[in-house]
Structures are given as C-alpha cells and as structure tokens.
C-alpha cells in the first residue's frame, strides 16, 4: 500500500508564491517520477511539472520561469514552488508518485487527495 499527501496550498494575491510539498509513504522500491497536476473548475487536469528520481525536470508552458519543482529522493518527497502567481493558476493542484514496488517490476501510479490553490487578483 502506497500513502501521498499534499500540503501547502491556500489563498494568495496575485503575484505572492506558495510552496507545495508532497510525501509517499509505504512499500516502496523506488519512485521513479514524481510531479504535480492540477485541475480548475469546468477544465480538463493537466500536469503542471514533473522530476525524475535523477533531477531531470518538465514544466508546462504557463508555469515555465515561475515554479520550480524539486524532490527529496530520501524522503520520497517532491516540491513545487511556485512564484509570481497569477488568477488562472487558481485550481485543485494533485500529486502524482509513479512508484515501482519492486525491482524488475512495472511503476503504478498514485495520487495525492489534492490541495486548493487559489489566487486573488
């Protein structure tokens, strides 16, 4: 059994930054790609960053050059700062931890419950 849990979201005005943090916990072997999704009200979730377990790193076209994502590989935890927010980063952000439970095993993928960021122009 796999266990991830977000925390850090909130409200913030347009401009501030909020740090996300996001822990899996449980029989894990390995996890190689960690990363955040989010979803707003009426729109489709769409992934935001992604790192792998070797400190290579994605962003989506709206985020690049304000949110930096990072992870902690011994504590299987995973960050996303985000600065210089803007309205329509407002939405439910999800962690996502692709974990192999095993060696010679395929990864599966485990969502976090989902933390609200919502930014106040």
């Known amino acids: 059994q796999v266990q991830v849990v977000e925390s850090g979201g909130g409200l913030v005005q347009s401009g501030g930054s909020l740090r996300l943090s996001c822990a899996a916990s449980?029989?894990?072997?390995?996890?190689?790609?960690m990363g955040w999704h989010r979803q707003a009200p009426g729109k489709q979730r769409e992934l935001v960053a992604s790192i792998t377990n070797g400190g290579s790193s994605n962003y989506a076209d709206p985020v690049k050059g304000r949110f930096t994502i990072s992870r902690d590989n011994a504590k299987n935890t995973v960050y996303l700062q985000m600065n210089n927010l803007k309205s329509e980063d407002t939405a439910v952000y999800y962690c996502?931890?692709?974990?192999?439970?095993?060696?010679?095993?395929?990864?599966?993928?485990?969502w976090g419950q989902g933390t609200q960021v919502t930014v106040s122009s």
């Open positions: 996502n931890s692709d974990v192999r439970l095993r060696d010679d095993g395929p990864t599966f993928r485990y």
């Open positions: 449980g029989s894990i072997f390995s996890i190689p790609v």
